[in-house]
């Protein structure tokens, strides 16, 4: 069987760099693909707000990681989604997608279409990729314990879900985590620095995921009677994408993950205590090692480039510094999620930075 059965893990992922101009009908291209869900973030200024957009939902539906808002309608923000990227409206008092600054977008790719899905308790419309293990969900909540289909035909390994239509955190489950923990209830928060939650919450059910579905909880974050949620779920690819967690060595030569990959995106939370922040790297924003050049999932705040030093490797991630965002002394336990650039083997194998 082949290592991977992605060739091209840019026709599914693909980081995209852009300088806004403040007006309107602004293509932005050279993403390769139609993209399903596009976060967008300014890199230069803080204050501007990270901005989740997806295909299900419709493209001038915007969300934000770094805070619990309800769902916002932007007309003048991405206007719709094309064949190699995404048009942007002038952002009139906004700023946060096409203001006079330089921009970053990090884009995937589900089934430029969506299927009704009816696996779980809940019925769900779904755009799924079964190939690179990625589909968004969109379903109502019920009040009750339920499962849910989400469409890609492998276990999630990481599922992250937003309420629409009210101002409840983004909820993450990290299936890699919950089993370490030993209670699949476990789960993190994206626009938040805290700690994983404590046993017994009600957000996700003491069960493992499965093949065709995940389950939720009766908590109005994930499964409110009558509220409208969005979650993207996204599966192990084999050379394309990892999700895991790891222990910090507080070494400048410091802990190694292995990906199977040479990545392109990554994203590191501390599990174990609070006060650290998600952060992200990726392959275009820092061409060479050591990459240090981050932005925060739960911040608003300007890219920066202290603190949070990884190296890109052939084959994964190799922490080289001490800083207890990533590789904390004395037990601490970290989330990952990556996705590749090339795969070590096939018929396209990486090579070293």
């Not at 993450?172 to 620095?193: C, E, I, K």
């Not at 990545?263 to 992200?280: D, E, L, R, Y």
Request: net charge negative.
């Amino acid at each position: 069987m082949a290592y991977t059965t992605i060739k091209k893990p840019s026709d599914y992922f693909n980081t995209k760099l852009y300088t806004g101009n403040s007006t309107d009908n602004h293509t932005i291209s050279g993403v390769g693909f139609q993209p399903d869900f596009t976060w967008i973030k300014d890199r230069d200024r803080s204050g501007y707000n990270h901005r989740l957009q997806d295909s299900v939902r419709g493209a001038t539906k915007s969300l934000i990681s770094n805070l619990s808002n309800a769902e916002q309608t932007n007309a003048d923000a991405v206007k719709s989604f094309n064949s190699d990227g995404f048009v942007l409206g002038n952002d009139a008092g906004n700023g946060s997608f096409n203001g006079n600054s330089n921009f970053v977008s990090w884009n995937w790719l589900g089934a430029n279409g969506t299927v009704a899905n009816t696996d779980g308790d809940i019925a769900s419309t779904v755009s799924a990729s079964a190939t690179s293990g990625f589909s968004i969900v969109s379903y109502t909540g019920t009040g009750s314990n339920a499962t849910i289909g989400h469409g890609l035909g492998a276990t999630p390994q990481v599922v992250l879900i937003k309420e629409l239509n009210g101002t409840n955190n983004w909820l993450m489950s990290h299936q890699p985590l919950s089993a370490s923990l030993g209670d699949y209830s476990r789960f993190m928060v994206l626009n938040s620095t805290s700690a994983v939650s404590g046993a017994g919450n009600v957000v996700f059910q003491n069960s493992a995921f499965t093949s065709s579905v995940f389950n939720v909880g009766t908590s109005a974050g994930s499964n409110g009677s009558g509220q409208n949620y969005i979650a993207y779920c996204f599966a192990d690819v084999q050379g394309y994408s990892k999700f895991g967690s790891y222990l910090g060595n507080g070494n400048a030569d410091g802990t190694f993950i292995y990906t199977g990959f040479k990545p392109a995106w990554f994203m590191v939370k501390q599990t174990n205590a609070a006060g650290n922040s998600w952060h992200i790297l990726d392959n275009k924003r820092d061409s060479f090692n050591v990459m240090e050049k981050n932005l925060r999932a739960n911040l608003s705040n300007a890219e920066f480039d202290t603190g949070v030093d990884f190296d890109f490797l052939s084959n994964g991630v190799k922490m080289r510094n001490t800083d207890g965002a990533s590789n904390n002394f004395g037990g601490s336990t970290y989330i990952y999620m990556a996705f590749a650039e090339e795969p070590l083997v096939g018929d396209n194998p990486c090579t070293a930075r």
